[in-house]
């Protein structure tokens, strides 16, 4: 298998016959996908489904598998709790583990970016959770990613500051205009961000949907509307639902 492969990849991630079992669990199973330049790709699916799998192969922090992974070697990943080392100051955080001397400008530049531009010489403690959020999106923007994957990157936040955080993404990826893949519970917030959205079932991609509508979307327009009670149904919880 090859993962982790080089900068001859044209799409940011090409994955084929991707398996991953746990014991006698196959949690992955012969799973295709390609993510192109530039997408936004939501991914969706019931917890324990194997998503963060997934994300976590992508992202070269699992090689225990069997198929062929093919990802951009310019890739960031956010999880669902910032991670931030307590004993290093913000800007050093967003820097950390980048070759060479620590570039505080280049972390004041991605502070800036996520509105953190008054944090970049606190304690990471100090921070709010949705600001530790922010950091942690600037820490994934400072290595200028082909392909960022975000892991429920807003599901610990209230829902005010999860719609700003929402927002945020949106605006940088409009700016990077990186691949995205981001794995979310939320079929609205994978509606309002997306290009393309999917479902994994029986440890593949079951669903894959474009997402055709103009930006910024709006969540009473009737095909927005229409997209979600499909996505619902194919997720086994709206009406009339598929399961
Ligand atoms: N290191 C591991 N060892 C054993 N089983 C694991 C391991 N990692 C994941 N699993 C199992 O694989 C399955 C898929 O887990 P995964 O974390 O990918 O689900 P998920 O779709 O991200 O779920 P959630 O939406 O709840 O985050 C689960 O049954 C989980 O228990
Ligand atoms: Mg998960």
């Keep these: 298998m090859a993962t982790g492969v080089s900068g001859s990849v044209v799409k940011p991630a090409a994955v084929r016959g991707l398996t ?10 012969e799973l295709d996908l390609d993510i192109e330049p530039g997408q936004f790709v939501a991914l969706l ?3 324990g489904c194997g998503k963060s799998t997934l994300l976590r192969i992508l992202a070269d922090l699992d090689q225990e598998v ?4 093919r990802v951009a070697e310019r890739r960031a990943v956010a999880f669902q709790t910032p991670r931030l080392m ?3 100051r913000v800007w050093r955080n967003v820097v950390l ?11 004041v530049a991605a502070l800036e970016e996520v509105g953190l531009g008054h944090r970049v ?7 709010s959770g949705g600001e530790a959020q922010r950091a942690s999106l600037a820490r994934a923007l400072v290595r200028e990613p082909d392909l960022l994957l975000l892991d429920e990157p807003f599901s610990a936040l209230d829902a005010l500051t999860r719609i700003r955080a929402q927002r945020l993404v949106g605006e940088l ?4 205009r990186c691949a995205i893949l981001l794995v979310t519970h939320d079929v609205e917030e994978a509606l309002l961000l997306a290009d393309r959205v999917l479902v994994m079932r029986d440890g593949r991609i079951g669903y894959d949907q474009e997402v055709d509508l103009d930006r910024p979307r709006d969540v009473t327009d009737p095909a927005f509307v229409a997209l979600r009670a499909e996505l619902l149904s194919w997720l086994g919880v709206g009406e009339g639902s598929a399961e």
């Design 20 to 29: 991953r079992s746990f014991g006698d669990r196959t949690v992955l199973d």
């Design 45 to 47: 699916g019931p917890s």
């Design 66 to 69: 069997s198929g062929d992974v």
């Design 86 to 88: 307590p004993w290093k």
């Design 97 to 107: 583990g980048l070759p060479g001397r620590p570039d505080k400008e280049r972390a």
């Design 121 to 127: 010489e606190v304690w990471p403690k100090v921070l």
């Design 173 to 176: 990826w409009r700016r990077h």
